[in-house]
């Protein structure tokens, strides 16, 4: 199980390191969690009673760091569809990002994109082995409750490996949106970073 899922971490980040630009994955990923926000807060198919619109901007907020007012959008144009609310939240959402990143030149910016993912998906991972050492040893303890531990192994590393692809790009896109740069020094700073490493390989198997 862990081999498997370091051999998708591996190649993922193998990837990263030989890209030059991954702005349409961010993009990709920014969409996503705005999708996945206005599912929460305004499921499909219910109703405008049922829509939890001060949740939606607090988390877009939490998220992004910018604050779209859904709420008077809809006092400005009640019949708006969720899905042109969406499109109008994730604007402004990529708006925001660009101001904030609009100081850092082209070439910087995609380096720095990069970097934060790679710093990103190495902290989660690291994190997910501690997790998946936990797992292991207390797996056994299922096998009172006539569960087969090695079953439940699987099916719980699976939902674990799982919700830490979904937190990487949580987090990306989070430190993106919020990230400011105040300065030439940080510029500066950001230049001087040195180029990640690929990792080196495990033979360990479980």
């Not at 081999?3 to 190649?11: F, G, L, P, S, T």
């Not at 690291?126 to 997790?131: D, S």
């Not at 979904?166 to 180029?195: F, T």
Request: proline residues 5%; negative net charge.
């Amino acid at each position: 199980v862990a081999n498997d899922q370091r051999k998708v971490i591996y190649e993922w980040r193998n990837d990263l390191l030989e890209a030059t630009d991954i702005s349409q994955d961010i993009a990709d990923m920014r969409a996503a969690l705005v999708d996945d926000i206005y599912s929460r807060f305004m499921p499909e198919g219910s109703i405008e009673e049922m829509w939890d619109l001060p949740g939606l901007m607090d988390a877009i907020d939490h998220q992004f760091g910018v604050r779209p007012d859904v709420v008077m959008w809809l006092k400005q144009e009640p019949d708006l569809p969720v899905e042109t609310l969406r499109a109008r939240t994730l604007e402004s959402v990529q708006q925001a990002t660009n101001q904030r990143l609009s100081t850092v030149p082209e070439e910087l910016l995609r380096r720095l994109e990069k970097d934060l993912m790679l710093d990103v998906l190495d902290r989660h991972w690291k994190e997910h082995l501690v997790g998946m050492d936990h797992l292991r040893q207390g797996i056994g303890l299922r096998s009172y409750a006539a569960k087969n531990p090695k079953q439940e192994y699987k099916r719980e590393a699976f939902t674990m490996f799982g919700e830490m692809l979904e937190n990487i790009k949580r987090d990306l896109v989070s430190i993106l949106g919020k990230v400011q740069v105040r300065a030439e020094q940080d510029l500066a700073a950001m230049e001087r970073r040195p180029a990640p490493e690929r990792p080196a390989r495990s033979s360990s198997r479980a």
